[in-house]
């Protein structure tokens, strides 16, 4: 009804339901529902932060007090959706316009030869997110410090990944 209430009405008997079909009604209360977002401030490839869960590296970002790329892929990986049609969302605000993210070692709980970590859970991962973004990318992932692994690698359905230039991996 417009405020995450649901109203169910009898059905009039021209109207009853066939014989042997159910009726499930699931309700989901929306203010329980906890929406994960982590934006990356952080251009350099590094893990300092907790990425035990989503909600670990948003208390613990680390001693630089920022998120990484691989951060953020570790603790979307490390944290369940809530639902199939809620995965966590990866969004960028490293300062503003082209920036370049310099992919190298080490691997972390998914690895991916010296790559990021496989994405093992859905995600949304936003690259059009980044301040100043109007059409053309401007997150660039590099490879050129990958040795011989893929970019992003996804190893999940109902995953998008949008925005990025990538280049310099096999």
């Given amino acids: 009804e417009g405020n ?5 009405s009898r059905f009039p008997a021209s109207r009853a339901l066939m014989e042997g079909v159910s009726l499930v009604v699931v309700y989901r209360d929306p203010g329980a529902i906890e929406k994960r977002d982590i934006v990356i401030y952080d251009g350099a490839d590094v893990v300092d932060g907790d990425t035990s869960s989503v909600a670990a590296l948003l208390s613990d970002r680390g001693a630089d007090g920022k998120i990484s790329l691989r951060e953020a892929i570790e603790a979307t990986n490390a944290t369940t959706n809530i639902d ?7 969004h960028f605000s490293i300062g503003s316009g082209p920036q370049t993210i310099v992919v190298n070692g080490p691997s972390g709980p998914n690895p991916n030869g010296n790559g ?8 949304i ?3 059009t997110t980044q301040p100043g973004y109007a059409g ?4 660039e992932l590099d490879g050129t410090s990958a040795g011989g692994s893929a970019g992003i690698w996804l190893r999940t359905s109902d995953s998008t990944v949008r925005g ?5 991996f096999p």
């Fill in 4 to 8: 995450g209430d649901y109203a169910l």
């Fill in 84 to 90: 199939a049609f809620t995965p966590d969302e990866i």
């Fill in 116 to 123: 990021l970590d496989y994405i093992i859970d859905p995600v």
């Fill in 125 to 127: 991962l936003d690259a």
């Fill in 136 to 139: 053309d990318p401007l997150i």
């Fill in 164 to 168: 990025f230039i990538i280049h310099s």
